[in-house]
């Protein structure tokens, strides 16, 4: 195939996956008049941040709200970069409702500083000091962040970011690095307080993958903070499609070029640097070879090594297959009848069913439901949308998939009709989702969701880098320093630029 770069007087760059990371590295580098070609083997941009429609409903695919569009927020600065307009989305007032079991009366995650001080104060007396030191670690890493410090660094330039982002208020955070959450709660005598433990447990699976024992207590801090104001989740109007379609109107305004329905099969290194990878068009069978000046690549890290077959360096692919296992998704997308949602219902709710039992597996659900007229539900509508982590074995490994499908369906219904009004006449339209469906249309190895766990050897300063050992070849995405999120990916995505655009001025 040729012709493929419109420009090939510019640096030639080639981007591996059209998540919302790829997407903004792609965007962003178009700007500034490199040549890029983004690559997706999906049929629609987004990755799992894409939707799909049904019968008239419009279905969040994964990520359903956003952080980062406040002034100065992440997705505010690249968009004023850009030069194109924010998506318009309403704040998440509550951010969450959090039902612990065998609760009728919710933990309301506010917006406000204020009113959340006062909901968990009343929710969890005596834990006042846990959550303030939370907030000074939370402020400190907040401005630390907002000066752009590359973690980790893995060369001069990359340390000199860091040292510049680094002031005196910053170090109020250095005797935490290896605090976990657990260990703060026990540092204020709240280690057996199992109902905030349960509570945290909730609410950092969503954002670390894994529990408040295992969390780092930094990224804890700012996970658990993120949501109120002057910061704060916001739900897109119409639906999250919204956002990749507006980076990709900027890509292609500015000369980039997108081709979904193309699978990169191999990076190719020679000498230790990537110099082209190899791709094959879905629809036509055709295979071919594209060199690139710098890759960048908006996959897991699992499937990095994949990509690179046997030239992966042993250390790098090593970290790698020691990982923790990681987690899967099941998801229920419903369409429903407007009076299966109950009057004043939250956007986003989480729910645990076993005080006993593990988070996951079903034993817990997240569920956003859409507003009237945000654009995903005809009149007289609505969706809900309701997730579990899951491991991810036992979907790649049953004899009967259809059949354990079917019974997590029916499970999750059966646990969202203690809330919602559902039955046969209310709900007009439902669909269900496995690590299988995420893996055949997000092309994530083995349908894994969330990037890697938060924990302290796998975090900020001691997690994977946007820089890979090979030369020329960058990682973006989930798998990177500051994890998930559409605005963490969006972080990690400048990251790149930034450093390809200072590598290429040398």
């Not at 979907?395 to 809330?419: F, M, N, S, V």
């Not at 999120?485 to 972080?491: C, L, M, Q």
């Amino acid at each position: 195939m040729s012709n493929v770069f419109i420009d090939k007087s510019q640096p030639r760059v080639i981007v591996i996956g059209a998540g919302i990371g790829g997407l903004t590295a792609g965007a962003l580098l178009a700007r500034k008049d490199y040549s890029v070609l983004v690559l997706d083997q999906a049929i629609v941009p987004g990755g799992c941040a894409s939707t799909f429609k049904r019968q008239g409903f419009t279905f969040d695919v994964g990520a359903t709200q956003v952080a980062g569009l406040e002034p100065e927020g992440i997705h505010h600065r690249i968009f004023s970069e850009l030069e194109i307009d924010l998506p318009e989305a309403t704040p998440c007032d509550p951010a969450c409702a959090v039902y612990l079991p065998g609760e009728k009366t919710p933990i309301n995650v506010w917006r406000d500083q204020q009113k959340w001080q006062e909901e968990r104060q009343k929710q969890f007396p005596g834990s006042e000091p846990f959550w303030q030191l939370m907030a000074t670690l939370f402020n400190a890493s907040w401005e630390f962040q907002g000066r752009d410090p590359v973690l980790p660094p893995r060369n001069f330039w990359d340390l000199w970011q860091l040292v510049q982002a680094v002031r005196p208020s910053t170090l109020i955070t250095a005797p935490f690095t290896l605090f976990t959450v657990g260990d703060a709660l026990r540092l204020y005598g709240l280690g057996n307080d199992q109902r905030l433990r349960t509570f945290l447990d909730l609410q950092l699976k969503l954002y670390s993958q894994v529990n408040a024992e295992e969390t780092a207590l930094l990224y804890a801090a700012t996970a658990l903070s993120v949501s109120q104001l002057p910061q704060g989740l916001f739900h897109l109007q119409g639906s999250m499609q919204v956002l990749s379609d507006r980076l990709v109107q900027a890509l292609e305004r500015d000369g980039g070029k997108l081709l979904m329905r193309h699978t990169v099969e191999h990076i190719q290194v020679e000498n230790g640097k990537a110099t082209a990878v190899v791709i094959r068009n879905q629809k036509t069978g055709e295979v071919w070879t594209e060199a690139a000046d710098r890759v960048v690549a908006n996959v897991t890290v699992q499937n990095l090594v994949q990509l690179l077959g046997d030239k992966v360096p042993s250390g790098y692919k090593h970290r790698v297959e020691k990982l923790p296992p990681a987690s899967g998704a099941f998801v229920v997308y419903l369409g429903v009848d407007a009076s299966a949602i109950p009057p004043e219902c939250p956007p986003h709710l989480q729910f645990m069913y076993n005080a006993n039992g593990p988070i996951g597996e079903n034993n817990s659900l997240f569920v956003s439901v859409s507003h009237p007229g945000d654009g995903r539900a005809p009149d007289g509508k609505a969706t809900i949308i309701a997730s579990s982590f899951v491991d991810p074995t036992q979907w790649w490994r049953t004899q009967d998939y259809e059949g354990l499908k079917q019974k997590y369906t029916e499970e999750a219904i059966a646990r969202l009709a203690q809330y919602f009004y559902l039955k046969p006449e209310t709900i007009v339209y439902q669909e269900a989702a496995t690590p299988r469906t995420f893996a055949r249309f997000t092309a994530r190895d083995r349908g894994i969701v969330g990037g890697i766990g938060q924990r302290i050897p796998t975090f900020g300063p001691f997690g994977f880098a946007n820089r890979t050992p090979i030369n020329h070849l960058w990682l973006v995405g989930d798998s990177t320093h500051p994890g998930e999120g559409t605005a963490g990916v969006s972080y990690s995505a400048l990251t790149v630029v930034r450093q390809i655009e200072a590598e290429l001025k040398l």
